[in-house]
């Protein structure tokens, strides 16, 4: 941990005057802090102590023009490794996973593109409401770390879930925090979709497909596991992301090529999305009626945008770009026309069509994948998807090494 920094956001709970102690631990550990103190953590412990304690100036204003003129807002968000919210209040929480910056500390939570670890604090029935139960798994799923809350008695006398973990419990959740960035892909952004999109043609009907998206999820976690910040862009699917990732949800091809090119520049894009080629020309904005003299509509189709072939060919390019190819037939002559055609480094092609036992890859928890560059064609095994994704990030680990032949 020598050497390494957090920006540590110090909210209004009692449990403040234990990130005092938290300030010092790491202290012990080499890691520098620097603080920004919510005007409500001013009322539990004083800018002065925090001052003293990490022997830095302690920021609090948003609108501070000596501070702006130091050090904007956004480079505070971002010049640190790790931002680490303690204690974590409903409030904090509650902004972050609504997308408010209305002060200095929620503003520098959205503008940070580090990870962020929160230790929630608060009074027992605070925590287990419906809504800070929502923002809780709104920020686990947008890849916010936790560390805590225990069990115990509480400072309002009560006894449950609410806790703040101990200063040497945040020390080690840190530490596993920052050994996520340092792994073999440490410092380089990934970018992964996954899922099938869903065209619509009324507002109850639409165009789909059949995948899981258990694959594209699989490489985002092994992704993220390996150091990569990892944003996994997903068509509808219900599957838990891993909390290390940062899920952005949507719906439909147009979207999905939009939330890709909003996360450029990116280092990696692993396009594993089954992206609808097609989509209705019109998606009527009432439900279609069934008339009564019985008349079949007809529906026209028109082409989608072409997500990998468009990051293929990007002004903003991933330095590696891998697409997948799930082919029915002549797997490997087509996923290798497909790989130059779209501007993609490397496919992974698979079959998806149903085996003898009618069962397919779509929906299934094994693949059995070739991977295709501009020199080589792998054919591996058949395997579980987690270890067809940590086969792939192998292959990325080696590439950025230069270790690959
Ligand atoms: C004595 C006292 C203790 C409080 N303790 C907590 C707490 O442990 N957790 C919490 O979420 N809010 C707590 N609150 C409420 C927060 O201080 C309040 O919601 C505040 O607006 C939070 O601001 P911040 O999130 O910007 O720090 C407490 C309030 C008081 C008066």
Not at 65 to 91: K, Q, Y
Request: aromatic residues 4%; hydrophobic residues 45%; charged residues 25%.
């Amino acid at each position: 941990m020598r050497g390494r920094s957090v920006l540590l956001i110090i909210g209004g709970g009692i449990a403040a005057y234990k990130s005092l102690d938290l300030i010092r631990r790491l202290a012990e550990r080499g890691v520098k802090t620097r603080a920004i103190l919510t005007r409500a953590g001013a009322e539990f412990v004083t800018p002065l102590s925090v001052a003293a304690l990490t022997t830095e100036k302690v920021y609090s204003d948003l609108f501070s023009l000596t501070d702006e003129s130091e050090m904007g807002h956004i480079e505070l968000s971002r010049a640190a490794d790790l931002v680490v919210v303690a204690p974590a209040t409903a409030d904090l929480m509650g902004k972050l996973a609504g997308g408010l910056a209305s002060d200095l500390a929620s503003t520098a939570l959205l503008a940070t593109d580090k990870r962020i670890l929160m230790a929630p604090a608060m009074n027992v029935r605070m925590w287990q409401s419906p809504s800070v139960r929502r923002s809780a798994e709104t920020l686990a799923r947008d890849g916010v770390l936790f560390v805590g809350p225990n069990d115990g008695e509480m400072a309002c006398g009560e006894f449950g879930p609410g806790r703040m973990a101990e200063p040497l419990e945040i020390v080690a959740a840190i530490e596993r925090a920052l050994e996520i960035r340092g792994g073999a892909l440490g410092g380089l952004k990934a970018l992964v979709t996954a899922g099938p999109t869903q065209e619509p043609l009324d507002p109850v009907r639409f165009i789909a497909n059949r995948s899981s998206g258990k694959q594209g999820y699989a490489i985002a976690a092994a992704l993220a596991a390996a150091g990569a910040d990892t944003v996994l862009v997903s068509g509808p699917v219900d599957i838990a992301a891993s909390p290390h990732v940062k899920l952005v949800k949507v719906t439909t091809a147009r979207d999905m090529l939009a939330a890709c090119e909003a996360e450029l520049p990116a280092d990696i894009a692993v396009m594993s999305a089954a992206v609808a080629d097609w989509r209705p020309d019109i998606a009527a904005g009432s439900k279609i009626k069934k008339g009564a003299d019985h008349s079949i509509p007809t529906l026209k189709l028109v082409e989608n945008p072409d997500i990998l072939a468009t990051l293929g060919h990007h002004r903003n390019r991933p330095r590696l770009v891998i697409g997948f190819a799930a082919e029915t037939d002549d797997v490997l002559a087509h996923a290798t026309a497909k790989r130059a055609r779209k501007g993609a480094d490397w496919i992974i092609a698979n079959d998806v069509s149903t085996d003898d036992k009618g069962e397919s890859v779509m929906g299934g928890d094994r693949n059995q994948v070739h991977l295709i560059t501009a020199t080589t064609q792998e054919r591996w095994p058949q395997m579980a998807k987690a270890d067809v994704a940590r086969r792939l990030v192998q292959h990325i680990t080696q590439h950025f090494q230069g270790t690959d032949s």
